[in-house]
């Protein structure tokens, strides 16, 4: 199964004293931790970061922990353990109803915060190795299914032809979703495919890529320009503010 080396965590709260708490505790039990302090500094974060687990408060300024459910689960499956202050039942009740998979109230045993988180991501990893063969095969994007042992492009009941090169550039995007990928990280894997010593052929082969899955190919979605980084995959589609 293809992993982070260590597992990926976002904390969102706006109490700075719990957020450099948990940022220690949990760094210092192998995770790497990344804290926001709210809704807008989490959706900003997540554009150019992966995770693998969130935790999130539910009492937040502006938009709170269930509104952020709400829009996490419209574009991931990522396990979410909800914190919170309150206790009543009806709280608890409907973050479960909106998506939460662990909720855990304030104060709490930082020792049971790790034991939950570890618990979650056991989980996904069994969901993960569960997945059929059928269902690991198939990648799925916008309007768009890959299917990666047939090695085809499919848009509704159409095939979208691709080039040798296109579909491998297209593979290790879909394999590294909402990760950033040097241009030096896609010609090492892509090696032995239009290189020479002064390689611009991934540029190249993404704007030819662009132009078959965008809409908008000057204004992409999916596959998206991290200036001075590289590029970064988002099958979710989101639009971006930034110029890509």
Do not use: C, W
Not at 95 to 100: D, I, M, P, S
Not at 151 to 175: N, Y
Not at 201 to 213: A, G
């Amino acid at each position: 199964m293809d992993k982070l080396q260590i597992d990926s965590i976002l904390v969102v709260d706006d109490d700075p004293t719990l957020r450099e708490l948990l940022v220690d505790y949990l760094s210092g039990n192998g995770f790497d931790v990344t804290a926001v302090a709210d809704g807008i500094a989490m959706r900003s974060v997540l554009d150019t970061h992966p995770f693998e687990l969130i935790v999130l408060d539910l009492m937040l300024p502006g938009e709170d922990g269930l509104s952020l459910t709400r829009f996490l689960r419209s574009k991931t499956h990522i396990p979410i353990l909800m914190l919170s202050a309150q206790s009543e039942d009806v709280d608890r009740i409907i973050g479960l109803e909106v998506g939460v998979d662990d909720y855990l109230g304030k104060p709490f045993n930082p020792r049971e915060l790790l034991a939950r988180i570890r618990a979650l991501l056991r989980r996904q990893d069994h969901h993960r190795e569960s997945q059929s063969p059928q269902e690991r095969q198939h990648e799925k994007f916008g309007p768009f299914t890959v299917d990666l042992v047939g090695r085809r492009l499919i848009r509704g009941d159409d095939e979208i032809h691709l080039t040798t090169g296109e579909f491998d550039l297209l593979s290790l995007f879909v394999k590294q979703p909402n990760r950033v990928l040097t241009r030096d990280m896609l010609i090492e894997s892509l090696k032995g495919y239009d290189r020479d010593a002064f390689d611009r052929s991934i540029d190249i082969r993404i704007t030819r890529l662009r132009h078959k899955i965008e809409a908008n190919p000057a204004a992409p979605i999916f596959i998206r320009t991290i200036r001075g980084e590289g590029y970064l995959f988002n099958p979710a589609g989101q639009v971006h503010n930034k110029t890509p």
